[in-house]
């Protein structure tokens, strides 16, 4: 065996990252994550005692900022800080060099020599660069380090943001880009686009274009700021950031300095102009006005409190005044059309100023990507996929292109007498009307893509390991639906309950379906998952149809309603075929007392998870007192977490928190948690012996109820918390010491149930919890009453 081969085989069990700034610290953060201890080295400090200041700093942001760059805080204890003078040897102690220090070519070639001379045979070394050819960075480096060498272009910020591209060098291994491209995808849950060595790569050269065609048209058009932000957030499926909100979190002189190089480096570029920045940008930068890290940019907060404002600039005249929330009357109407496509269509077809300005940049942005086909990559899969993970685009520029009708749009551009890319024309001219189409077979999704340079259709690669549950559908059908949700076949004997309410919202039809999936699997499956792929697993109950039915005063009704709930979640709990459940994002109040009664929990690490029914004046009623309880085994944990809303930041804090168990599984790849859940079911399916109700369950009795009231008191009298704050946890201490019961007592679910179903209808009449559920409603925070 040969030493190449030695280093596909070889596992990466400690890395080292080379500088501590943003990216590095936030990097080797992820590492931690992941369960990889890291080594963060950066420069030594003048004038500081600790020669790891620089280092240490780095870490200091890490565990302070927002949003978190750790999981918990126990995956900081993985990373050890170091410096270049005194560290470097260590280097031979690691599997995976990453490099992430300042975007200059002489300093990483000054850097890659001492590396070079530290490292042991076969370890990998990788750059973070964003844009500076591998074959500069790597030249007259022996055979073994460019065999080992690639790039590996993070997006900030690295936990939250799923897009790694890989880059090869001249002589990057094979075996070391699989190897590492496995590794990203498995282990750091990162989504893989394999780049060529091109300027920016793929998601920065699309992304620049873009950012700067909307700069473009801002000026041109003669729109405000704030009109643009309104216009380029989540109405387009961008993020809810806008253009100029994200420019203020990127910099703006991050992107100066993206775009300055980029224009540097494409001089045959048809569209090279595009990334000249617009004067006022260029005037704001020397003002030193960067965007949040300076206080100001496009936006500048002033004021405390209620004096708080935000202010935005105008860009015709660099002087600030309140952000004026812009509206079109045009869009009111078309903003509630909730499919994507749909939506873009109706956009576009506006004969007005939002019309104009999206269709230009749309346009633009769809000419532009089909020309960097092949330079920046041979597929249109891989640009879709670098702008939908690096830039949370909803749709790809492709995707968007067939969302818009690419014969439509192509009319549209040759009347208005702009060109076409060759390639489009040829493929249209092929007789295909779109980039991608369903190609499923025998029950099997499948889909292909259309290939600019073959003109032809060509099948997807297939992604073991990742289910999308629309393509199953597509390919199978769907078992059973309602408004609320449907039974999918997963194949291989597992059923799937996918919830598609609004905001999956948890509601009858809801738990209607689950039960017929429960009904369903006992007699066809071999056992269930509960998932969804939408926003967030669950916010929780429809405490709209609560509300309504307090102020209607139907309280048979309501009672019943919570009846169902406690009922469909204990028949998951003791289901005679294993049901798994999957949450990711948010699963609060009644989504998180969903996951609870699974047999297990396959969760995404990206999981905020919590009982925050306080919050509109309730407590949990669908058994996650009760759950917690059993859980924790403490009644004043339980009290805490329950009575504070605590929300997990990922799903380790929940396991932290006792929302998960040590047996329940997370899956770092929000792609695979599907199919992980559903071999999570499979491998429980074998001799599955379902439960009975528990009616062992230890309550502390009037003695625990006494403790926790004396610590309302105190947060009362600490004025952390209002009086009617105190009658709700009044009324959670009850159900969790079991009803005051006279000293230490043996209870059943059921009746801890019984308790719960109690509380939350009392509260329920209450006039203050009806005005904290409304406020949430129209606001979506809390009311503290």
Request: hydrophobic share 40%; net charge negative; aromatic share 8%.
């Amino acid at each position: 065996m040969n030493a190449k081969l030695l280093i596909v085989i070889k596992p990466i069990r400690r890395v080292a990252v080379l500088g501590a700034g943003t990216m590095g610290s936030r990097i080797a953060a992820h590492f931690a994550n992941a369960g990889i201890p890291a080594l963060l080295l950066d420069i030594v400090l003048p004038n500081q005692a600790n020669r790891n200041a620089a280092a240490m700093g780095g870490m200091d942001a890490a565990l302070t900022g927002k949003p978190a760059a750790f999981f918990n805080t126990a995956a900081a204890s993985l990373v050890t800080p170091g410096n270049f003078e005194d560290d470097l040897a260590k280097l031979k102690e690691v599997d995976w060099i990453i490099e992430a220090v300042t975007e200059d070519l002489q300093i990483k070639r000054s850097l890659f020599p001492k590396v070079a001379a530290n490292r042991k045979p076969g370890a990998v070394v990788s750059t973070n660069t964003s844009g500076i050819p591998l074959s500069l960075i790597s030249e007259d480096f022996s055979p073994d380090f460019r065999q080992n060498f690639l790039g590996t272009h993070f997006f900030n910020p690295p936990r939250y943001l799923h897009l790694v591209e890989i880059i090869p060098g001249s002589e990057t291994s094979p075996e070391v880009l699989s190897y590492i491209s496995d590794f990203c995808d498995r282990r750091l849950g990162k989504g893989v686009v394999p780049c060529k060595d091109t300027p920016n790569f793929i998601a920065n050269r699309i992304g620049s274009f873009f950012g700067s065609t909307i700069q473009k048209l801002t000026v041109e058009e003669d729109y405000t700021l704030e009109e643009v932000d309104t216009l380029t957030g989540q109405l387009i499926g961008l993020p809810r950031s806008g253009s100029y909100r994200l420019l203020d979190i990127v910099g703006l002189d991050v992107w100066a300095h993206v775009t300055r190089n980029l224009y540097d480096a494409v001089p045959n570029d048809p569209y090279r102009d595009r990334f000249v920045m617009q004067p006022f940008l260029t005037e704001m930068i020397s003002r030193g006005w960067l965007g949040e890290k300076r206080g100001q940019g496009c936006y500048k907060r002033t004021g405390k409190g209620a004096d708080k404002l935000i202010q935005a600039i105008d860009w015709k005249t660099l002087e600030y005044h309140p952000m004026n929330k812009a509206r079109f009357a045009s869009v009111e109407t078309i903003r509630t059309i909730e499919n994507l496509p749909e939506r873009l269509r109706a956009l576009v077809a506006l004969p007005d100023r939002v019309g104009s300005f999206l269709w230009k940049a749309f346009s633009d942005l769809l000419i532009y990507s089909a020309l960097m086909v092949p330079e920046v990559s041979d597929q249109i899969v891989e640009i879709d996929r670098a702008m939908k993970w690096g830039y949370v685009n909803t749709l790809g520029p492709f995707e968007l292109w067939d969302a818009l009708g690419v014969e439509a749009t192509v009319k549209r551009i040759q009347d208005e007498g702009r060109s076409i890319p060759p390639s489009v024309e040829k493929m249209l001219g092929s007789g295909a009307t779109s980039f991608y189409r369903a190609a499923d077979h025998d029950g099997k999704p499948g889909t292909e893509h259309f290939d600019l340079g073959a003109s032809q259709y060509k099948a997807l690669e297939p992604r073991p390991g990742i289910i999308s549950l629309a393509e199953t559908k597509r390919a199978r059908g769907i078992v059973k639906k309602n408004s609320g949700a449907s039974l999918v076949d997963l194949g291989d004997g597992v059923l799937c309950v996918e919830f598609h309410s609004k905001m999956n919202s948890i509601g009858d039809d809801l738990i209607a379906m689950i039960n017929a999936g429960i009904d369903e699997t006992s007699r066809n499956f071999n056992a269930m998952v509960i998932a969804n792929q939408g926003e967030n697993f669950s916010v929780g109950a429809n405490i709209m149809m609560v509300l309504l039915a307090a102020q209607e005063e139907e309280w048979d009704e309501l009672d019943l309603a919570i009846k169902r709930f406690q009922n469909v979640n204990m028949a998951i709990k003791y289901a005679p075929k294993p049901v798994v459940v999957a949450p990711f994002g948010m699963t609060l109040g009644g989504g998180c007392e969903v996951a609870l009664h699974g047999a297990r929990v396959q969760a995404s690490a990206e999981l905020y998870m919590g009982l925050v029914e306080v919050g509109v004046g309730l407590i949990p009623g669908g058994g996650g007192c009760k759950e917690m309880l059993l859980r924790l085994t403490n009644t004043q944990t339980a009290f805490e977490t329950i009575g504070y809303a605590k929300v997990s930041m990922s799903a380790f804090e929940a396991r932290d928190l006792g929302m998960l168990r040590p047996q329940d599984g997370i899956s770092m790849n929000a792609e695979r948690l599907i199919a992980d859940a559903k071999a999570a079911a499979l491998s429980l399916a074998r001799g599955y012996a379902p439960g009975t109700p528990r009616t062992d369950i230890k309550v502390g009795g009037e003695e625990d109820f006494a403790l926790l009231k004396i610590g309302i008191w105190t947060a009362r009298q600490g004025d952390y918390i209002s009086d009617y704050d105190v009658s709700i946890g009044e009324k959670l201490a009850y159900v969790l010491s079991g009803g005051r019961a006279t000293g230490q007592q043996l209870v059943s679910e059921q009746y801890l149930l019984d308790l719960e179903r109690e509380a939350f209808l009392s509260l329920c009449g209450n006039p203050q919890t009806q005005q904290r559920i409304q406020h949430m409603l129209k606001t979506g925070k809390p009311l503290r009453n």
